[in-house]
């Protein structure tokens, strides 16, 4: 007992001055990050973020224009298209950064025209660069691996043989969204980085049998902006294509009937599920061009409303001869 | 042959070191471009399967449960004929994950005294605990006591080990920071378990040096047994010397080259030869003058207990039916995937088709499939980004034993030369009617059959009308397309979806729009003049609900992943009526 106490005594008063300091200020420090941390109130739980909104890239917002175009060659049938409505240089100025919209859902080949041709890829990239692009990007969200979407459907090779850049659907890429006037597209997560600096945009959809709303075409296309668990937009498949195409106003849409998908869509699978119907859409009006695809897929238009839905929208018309399309036949 | 003095030149440690940084990185290499994609770095014809191939001890396992030696394996051949003539080279010069274990034992060594070194150096007798763990895992690929055999040394395998680890806890940390394997984040099943085990065992290293390597790994056992009668060996040059031990200090295998060496346990590090100071260490072919253990240091009461063990392990484990009746349906194999039984007797778990698969659907599987399902790989479609894609048959060209055999997608998809045969089927979907969107909530969705890939599709509609929960009202005026009703209130748009009808006298009219107390119809009812008011229609839903064609479904998962109940899938898929096991058919085969 006697030794411990003498043990005690050794600590001079200098030390000990210096370790109440340390601990005094520990204590204090301790003190002030509790106080200053301290919450009161229960977390409130998720309470939305920021929201981003896709730009308006349409040009005419009252002479709605478009273009039909009869032919097998996909080349040959944009290029006319494209010529019909008042050339490239109508749509793309020197310097526009272009964003092309395909779709790439599935994995598979060209062939089977479950997504959208290379060779229209690679054609209007070419167009759009000729015209004094500055850039042209090509994305899409696929349902399938992004990366084997992109290399089996052609698109990947497309784009880069021709001078395009593929932004590849990266999870940091989405950011949320809210449709102003919107019932369903609320704080949700769209593929909105690619449209970075973006001055133009071009959706190219195939003409495809979709069980689910009637027919996949361009408005249908901007699905693939998506993100999220977008499959519950399902539920209500007529009005969420209303609201992409009120959320997305695209500079140009083009709409492949070439060899238009009849049946097992929109995955397909099999050439027997294609029909060549040959015809190439072009124009500046969705729903006239959707309205034109649903008559080449044999559906009539009381079978899928999102297209009278979105009409009366203001997003375009169903009349579509009402534009006066002009029509050119490539033999 | 090589010794310190005298000698100028590049010292043969050096050599060793920098074969294994080469061996390490290229192992390292072979991992990360284990990806499908087109760039060059990505899987175009890298060798990389090299060590799987190099690995003796995935050669002899396999040979010893399926009397075959497949494809690239035998280049374990080298690795065996070599190591008869120059000892465990393996371990000391191109092992990768011996490599990483020299690396921890060096961190680890760097401050201590060197009396310290010397005594976490030394020889001990747990060492031969790995003879009898590789006597165990030959036995139960070997001898088939009730029939059956399995291969498991792919759990200690230090190949298919580092392979794992590599593959399945430490690059998707890199690939979800990067993108390097996919734009979406990889994951895995039991990654925790495979990357927890691997840190453990480095950190081991700190206390033991390549622990690892000298109490646990079999193939280090088995190249030590071959290289018992290596021609160039360590040994000393003369029978005596001042016993400074500093060899031992240095020695990476704890085989006491002061001593009698223990030559089964030396990994030529050569280490020794360089800071022995009386310069009586050598490689060569004279035996050493102090004399030599070439045997392992078993016992013949281990080699009975693991005798037993390995001979009694299996039928233990089928105790409990696994591979019979009591299999688990959830234990969904890749594309490919052989029978059952022969699978076990050959996957080694080295992760290869986890790592290469490009939808990520392929994961380690866990013991609810029986402990031999354990680390196997096993589809889930609830991670990933799609199901199994129809097109890919990447993992049976990766697998490096055939438990996953190639296929071409003819034969996947049923094409061609394979029409009559049929596609292969991994399983079949079955929808959970209580869990439905259309089935049990009265909402359209179909998402499942918009996404099957099959053609026609495997999954069908059943196309209904059904009357809504308080949907039946009295109809109050009719005006035009306008519908004034008495009944619930509407909550407004709530039957504009365009998948709403009025059901007025057997016929139906699409609604448009609702207000509270309005509905406007697509068209105008016909000969409505006779409608005498305060008579009731029907608001109907019209709904499309799943229905499977289980004979045309292949099992690919797509459905189970798009699915958009998020929890438990309203369609899920199991491995009923997997084309590869026959006796798991659902259906009665005709001719």
């Known amino acids: 007992m006697n030794d411990l106490r003498e043990d005690e005594k050794t600590i001079s008063r200098r030390k000990f001055l210096i370790r109440m300091m340390k601990a005094g200020a520990s204590i204090t420090a301790a003190g002030a990050l509790a106080a200053f941390l301290h919450d009161k109130k229960a977390p409130s739980g998720y309470a939305g973020g920021e929201v981003v909104q896709i730009p308006d890239f349409s040009l ?248 009278q839905k979105a009409a009366d929208m203001g997003v375009g018309t169903a009349d579509y001869e009402s534009l006066k399309p002009v029509r050119i036949t490539i033999n | 042959m090589m010794h310190n003095t005298g000698y100028k030149g590049l010292k043969i440690v050096t050599v060793r070191r920098i074969s294994q940084i080469f061996f390490l990185l290229i192992f390292l290499w072979f991992c990360a471009v284990s990806t499908f994609g087109i760039e060059f770095w990505q899987l175009r014809n890298w060798p990389v399967n090299l060590f799987l191939n190099l690995d003796p001890l995935v050669a002899l396992g396999t040979i010893l449960a399926t009397r075959t030696l497949y494809r690239g394996l035998l280049w374990a051949l080298v690795t065996v004929i070599l190591t008869m003539i120059f000892g465990r080279f393996f371990c000391g010069w191109a092992c990768p994950f011996g490599t990483m274990h020299q690396f921890f034992g060096w961190l680890g060594n760097r401050k201590r005294k060197a009396a310290d070194v010397m005594a976490r150096n030394r020889y001990r007798k747990g060492q031969n605990i790995k003879y009898f763990i590789l006597i165990v895992f030959l036995l139960m690929a070997f001898v088939p006591l009730n029939g059956s055999v399995s291969l498991q040394s792919g759990l200690l395998d230090p190949i298919p080990f580092a392979y794992r680890s590599v593959n399945i806890g430490l690059l998707p940390v890199a690939d979800n920071i990067f993108h390097f394997a996919s734009v979406t984040p990889r994951q895995y099943e039991h990654a925790w378990l495979i990357g927890g085990i691997f840190l453990f065992l480095l950190l081991m290293n700190l206390v033991i040096p390549r622990f690892y390597c000298r109490f646990i790994c079999p193939l280090g056992a088995l190249l030590g047994i071959l290289g018992r009668f290596s021609i160039w060996r360590i040994g000393k040059t003369k029978p005596s010397c001042s ?256 998948d709403y009808f009025s059901l007025i006298r057997d016929q139906r009219y699409r609604i448009t729009e609702n207000s509270e107390d309005t509905i406007t119809l697509e068209k105008a009812p016909e000969d409505m003049v006779d409608i005498t008011l305060s008579e009731r229609m029907e608001i109907q839903i019209r709904l499309q609900a799943p229905v499977v064609d289980v004979e045309r479904c292949i099992g690919c998962g797509t459905c189970e992943h798009e699915c958009p109940v998020s929890g438990l899938r309203a369609i899920r898929v199991s491995a009923e009526n997997e084309t590869r096991n026959r006796e798991r058919s659902l259906f009665l085969r005709k001719r």
């Open chain 2, 243 to 498: 016993n400074c031990k500093l060899c031992e200090k240095a020695c990476e295998g704890a085989c006491e080259p002061s001593d009698k060496i223990r030559i089964s346990e030396c990994v030529l590090c050569f280490n020794c030869l360089h800071v022995c100071p009386d310069d009586v260490l050598r490689y060569g072919t004279s035996e050493s003058k102090a004399g030599e253990i070439t045997n392992p240091d078993i016992t013949r009461r281990g080699i009975l207990a693991s005798f037993l063990t390995g001979v009694l392990a299996v039928p233990m484990i089928r105790i409990a039916g696994k591979i019979g009746t009591n299999w688990h349906y959830r234990a969904i194999r890749p594309p490919g995937a052989l029978p059952e039984e022969e699978f076990l007797r050959r996957c080694v778990k080295c992760g290869q088709c986890m790592r290469i698969c490009p939808t990520n659907i392929i994961v380690p599987g866990g013991i609810e499939g029986g402990v031999e399902n354990l680390l196997t790989p096993v589809l889930n479609f609830r991670s990933g980004t799609s199901g199994c894609q129809i097109n890919c048959a990447a993992c049976g060209f990766i697998c490096p034993t055939g438990a996953i055999r190639p296929i071409t997608i003819s034969e996947k998809m049923g094409l061609n030369e394979y029409a009559e045969k049929g596609p292969i089927r991994l399983g079949a979907a079955f929808v959970d009617r209580s869990r439905c969107l259309p089935w049990a909530m009265k909402r359209p969705c179909i998402v499942c059959q918009e996404n099957c890939p099959v053609t026609p599709k495997a999954i069908y509609v059943k196309e209904f009308y059904e009357t809504v929960r308080e949907g039946n009202y009295e109809m109050k005026e009719i005006r035009g397309t306008a519908l004034h009703v008495e009944g619930t209130r509407m909550k407004p748009g709530k039957y504009a979806t365009g």
């Open chain 1, 60 to 307: 005419e917002k009252d002479a709605r224009s478009l273009a039909i175009v009869s032919g097998e060659n996909r080349k040959l049938t944009l290029e006319k298209a494209i010529d019909a409505l008042g050339g490239i240089g109508r749509f793309i100025k020197k310097g526009d950064r272009v964003l092309i919209k395909v779709n790439a859902a599935f994995a598979t080949p060209p062939v089977l025209c479950a997504t959208t041709h290379p060779d229209l890829v690679r054609e209007m990239i070419a167009l759009c660069l000729k015209a004094g692009a500055s850039e042209a990007r090509v994305t899409d969200n696929p349902i399938n691996d992004p990366a084997s979407c992109f290399l089996l459907t052609g698109i990947r090779e497309a784009t880069e043989s021709s001078g395009g850049k593929l932004i590849l659907p990266k999870s940091e890429y989405f950011k949320h969204t809210t449709l102003i006037n919107g019932n369903l597209i609320r704080d949700w997560p769209v593929l909105y980085a690619p449209f970075d600096g973006v001055t133009k945009l071009i959706g190219m959809a195939p003409l495809k049998d979709h069980h689910r709303s009637g027919a996949s075409m361009t408005m249908k296309n901007w699905y693939g902006l998506l993100g999220g668990r977008r499959n519950i937009f399902h539920q209500d498949i007529h009005n969420i294509i209303k609201e992409l195409a009120m959320m997305v106003k695209p500079t140009l849409a083009i709409l492949d009937g070439t060899n238009a998908m009849m049946t097992n869509g929109p995955t397909g699978g099999s050439l027997s599920d294609l029909k060549a119907t040959n015809m190439l859409i072009a124009g500046t009006d969705s729903v006239a061009i959707d309205a034109f695809g649903s008559a080449l897929l044999e559906r009539r238009l009381s079978d899928l409303p999102f297209i």
